[in-house]
């Protein structure tokens, strides 16, 4: 999120429809100082309107103040298997991150090895980050790779640190290609009911942004 400016976007314009109270699955809006501090949105797969804005590869992400993150986890074990979804925070205290680990893995099976990726709009804060690289190091069974559309104030040196911890703590840190955002698009976005799937539509500059983002990645890594 390089040189944000912390404006306050129009619910369509943060990738939330204007009649956001409208729909199933849609909750109604309430004023920010009612929501309760843990308020995350769990699902299958998010609106294409959220993926559009939230999950695009752009320079400047003024207004794109969630995260969204996609999961797939594999589970060897007795019981092999594979659970996917999503995470979104919703102006909460808890990040997508933080709620991965406090509410999606603890219902995986214990003691068994999980690789997981995440598919995330943006890299993590530095805090989120910290409660990462101690998750992998309790947690010897896990394999973590994170999939990110976007660097989250990469220029800060507190930033670029909480990456290096990351990686020296197993993580498997990646800038999503065009690939990337095409499979997530295909898994864990909303297809229109009765209508043939929509073929992936990349954005402009998505190919230029990735090289971008991949660049400086390795040069802080």
Known sequence: KMAEKQEEPSNAQNGEPDNAEEGEGKKKKVKREDLPPFEIVTGERLPAIFFKFQFRNVEYSSGRNKTFLCYVVETQGKEPGTCRGYLEDEHAAAHAEMAFFNTILPTCQAGARHDVTWYVSSSPCVTCAQRICEALRKNKGL??????????????PEMQAALRSMKEAGCKLRIMKPQDFEY??????????GEEAKSFVPWEDIQENFLYYEEKLAEIL
């Open 143 to 156: 394999r973590l790779t994170i999939m990110v559309g976007r660097l989250f104030m990469w220029e800060e």
């Open 184 to 193: 997530v698009w295909k898994n864990f976005v909303e297809q229109e009911e």
